[in-house]
């Protein structure tokens, strides 16, 4: 039976019909949107040109909201996916022995966990009075660095960041444990036969060879840092006094809380750009071409 050309098409179709409306024509609506004054309560669009946008990039926490964002990003790629990557690295080791499955699940495990769960339990994790933190210090007689972490302006985005950290660093793990996983075992063999070591293997060897997921994890690690919201949302709501406000919760203060649907499209073009810009230098500066 003879295929019709057209037959692969065909099959594309469906999923090439979600992208466009799902992903695509969203996209396009919500620049559209961020050039008029929008309400949830009303029909009517008024025209407003760039004045969203001013709006948006004179407002008194976009600085606080810009530097939360690339201190969650920088201290991601450190934790998430430098250290993720290296705990793999000793995950496909002799050094797990037998048990190296058993660490794999604990390092996932909270990654399974819904983010609000986690950000409710660590608000009893950083309660001041009866917090387990609080509560650990006191007992190993450390009383004075007791503090109300998520009521100090100062500490409140460490500790989210901190516990995003304990979160989602057993993902990154497991992703790196998988394409180290294909790396062929005939080079590694090789490289050991010559007189390498185990950390000569790694950063000669297995690493290059598994760049590209390399790449992948971090481009994932930069996108989810500037599409921030639910950790800070179930923790401290942007406080104390605008501290740990990030870009996707003012997002959706302005359309959910404030009614501002032309300020909160603006927003949500904001991060769209930013993150298309960093993805693309990653990839350039990669110069790979296979993610």
Not at 20 to 29: G, Q, R, S
Not at 111 to 129: D, R
Request: proline share 3%; with cysteine.
């Amino acid at each position: 039976m003879k295929t019709r050309k057209s037959t692969p098409y065909l099959y594309m179709l469906p999923g090439c019909l979600m992208v466009l409306f799902f992903v695509y024509i969203p996209v396009i609506a919500n620049c559209v949107y961020s050039f008029f004054r929008l309400s949830s309560y009303s029909a009517d669009m008024k025209f407003v040109g760039f004045d969203n946008y001013v709006r948006f990039f004179t407002n008194d926490t976009f600085w606080i909201m810009i530097r939360n964002n690339v201190l969650y990003c920088v201290i991601s790629l450190i934790v998430q996916v430098g250290f993720g990557t290296v705990i793999a690295l000793l995950l496909e080791s002799s050094v797990a022995g037998r048990f190296r499955n058993v660490f794999r699940n604990i390092y996932y495990i909270p990654a399974l966990i819904s983010l609000t769960a986690v950000g409710l339990m660590f608000t009893y994790v950083y309660e001041p009075n009866l917090g387990l933190l609080n509560s650990a210090l006191k007992a190993l007689g450390l009383s004075g660095w007791t503090q109300a972490w998520l009521g100090d302006s100062k500490l409140a985005i460490y500790c989210i960041i901190a516990m995003s950290q304990w979160q989602f660093t057993g993902y990154i793990t497991l992703l790196m444990v998988v394409a180290f996983q294909n790396v062929p075992n005939d080079y590694i063999e090789a490289a050991a036969i010559d007189g390498a070591g185990p950390v000569r293997r790694a950063v000669s060897i297995i690493l290059p060879l598994a760049k590209e997921q390399f790449l992948v994890c971090t481009i994932i690690t930069v996108i989810g840092a500037f599409k921030l919201f639910t950790e800070v949302y179930s923790t401290t709501a942007g406080g104390p006094g605008n501290s740990s406000q990030v870009l996707g919760l003012f997002l959706y203060q302005n359309a959910f809380l404030h009614d501002d649907l032309g300020m909160a499209a603006a927003t949500g073009v904001f991060i769209f750009v930013i993150t298309m810009v960093l993805s693309i230098i990653q990839l350039r500066v990669s110069r790979s071409g296979e993610v």
